[in-house]
């Protein structure tokens, strides 16, 4: 799995990444976006090590890639490949998933999203953390 997002790489940039999770964030709905955030700030975190931060570029990369395998424009399923991608980077890289990093992630989910169910991201949360 590795080898197959690497190539998704050259995709990723901040601008990128914020710029469709700001113009698609209701869209893909309210698991993706957390994970994708979870992503991100684990990806920002000094000490996340490099081929962690190599896996959050390569998945993110193919978020906001337009190579993306299921044509996003569908609605639902043009997501789900995103959804399962963004499952290995998490499970993948849970361990450098922390307080501080859900706390961000969840802050932005406030502000896109508003007040929210913590039962809509707990699919996600017991993927990072199976505890939760």
Aim: glycine share 6%.
């Amino acid at each position: 799995m590795q080898s197959r997002i690497r190539k998704f790489v050259v995709f990723f940039s901040e601008s990128g990444f914020w710029e469709k999770l700001r113009l698609y964030a209701k869209k893909i709905g309210i698991q993706a976006v957390y994970a994708s955030l979870l992503l991100y700030f684990a990806f920002k975190r000094k000490e996340t090590p490099r081929w962690a931060k190599n896996i959050v570029i390569g998945v993110l990369g193919y978020l906001i890639s337009p190579l993306d395998f299921l044509p996003d424009l569908t609605p639902f399923i043009g997501y789900t490949d995103d959804l399962g991608l963004l499952s290995f980077g998490l499970v993948t890289i849970a361990a450098y998933i922390n307080q501080t990093v859900r706390t961000n992630a969840r802050n932005k989910l406030k502000e896109w999203f508003g007040e929210y169910n913590p039962a809509d991201i707990h699919a996600v949360e017991s993927r990072v953390h199976p505890e939760a």
